[in-house]
C-alpha cells in the first residue's frame, strides 16, 4: 500500500484498519512521514489527529525532537495537547528505549503550560515515562506548583508510577489543611492506588 493510502486509512473508522496503517507508516523508511504525521496535529477531524499521534508514538524516538518543538513553540493549544499525548506514545509503543533527555526537558518544561489540555497530558506522558528522574521532577513539580488541576494530574501520575517516594509526599499533602481540598481527597485515593501498585510488583 502506497503511503498516500496508509495516511487515508488513518481516517478509517474501524480501529483495526487504522492500527494497521499506523504501524505500516511506522515501518516505511520514507522521509516525508513524520512531517506529514506532524502537519494533522492540528486536524480538526479527531480520528485522523488521534491516529496521527498514535503513529508518531509508533515510528519511534525519532519524533521526538520535531514533538518537543511543537509542544514548547505552537501558538496552537491542540498542536501542544497533542504533540504531549504523541510523545507519550513513544513511551508506550517503545518502553525498551530509554526515553531521551530531550523529551523528559520538553514535558518538564510543559508542566508550565498555562493551558489545562496541555499541561495534564505532559504529566501523564511523564508518567509513562515513569523513570526515577521522573518521578522527581513530579515530586518537584507537586511541591512547588499553585495549579489545583495539574496537582490533581502529578498525584495521579504518582499513584500509576508506583516509586515508593511518592508516598511520603501523598501523605504529607493529606495531613496539609492549607492544600486544596480536591487536591488532599486525590491524594487520599492516590495513597491506596500507590501502595497496591507497590505490593503488586514483581521482587527486584
Not at 520514507?30 to 494533522?40: A, E, F, G, H, Q
Not at 504518582?158 to 488532599?184: F, N, P, W
Request: proline share 6%.
Amino acid at each position: 500500500m502506497s503511503i498516500d493510502a496508509l495516511f487515508e486509512q488513518l481516517k478509517h473508522p474501524n480501529p483495526h484498519l487504522r492500527d494497521r496503517a499506523m504501524w505500516e507508516l511506522a515501518e516505511a523508511k520514507d522521509d516525508t512521514i513524520i512531517p506529514r504525521l506532524m502537519s494533522v496535529l492540528d486536524e480538526e477531524n479527531t480520528t485522523l489527529r488521534r491516529a496521527a499521534v498514535k503513529a508518531l508514538g509508533a515510528v519511534g524516538p525519532e519524533t521526538i525532537p520535531p514533538l518537543v518543538d511543537a509542544l514548547l513553540n505552537s501558538d496552537n493549544v491542540t498542536v501542544r495537547g497533542s504533540a504531549a499525548k504523541a510523545l507519550a506514545q513513544v513511551a508506550i509503543c517503545h518502553p525498551e528505549i530509554p526515553f531521551s533527555e530531550t523529551g523528559i526537558q520538553g514535558l518538564t518544561q510543559a508542566l508550565d503550560d498555562p493551558n489545562p489540555v496541555v499541561h495534564i497530558a505532559a504529566v501523564m506522558a511523564l508518567g509513562e515515562i515513569g523513570s526515577s528522574e521522573v518521578v522527581e521532577i513530579l515530586i518537584k513539580a507537586l511541591e512547588t506548583t499553585e495549579n489545583p488541576a495539574l496537582a490533581v494530574s502529578i498525584v495521579n501520575g504518582l499513584a500509576s508510577i508506583g516509586d515508593g517516594r511518592a508516598v511520603a509526599v501523598l501523605k504529607a499533602i493529606t495531613e496539609q489543611e492549607s492544600v486544596d481540598s480536591y487536591v488532599r481527597e486525590t491524594a487520599v485515593s492516590a495513597l491506596s492506588r500507590l501502595e497496591l501498585v507497590i505490593n503488586n510488583q514483581p521482587p527486584a
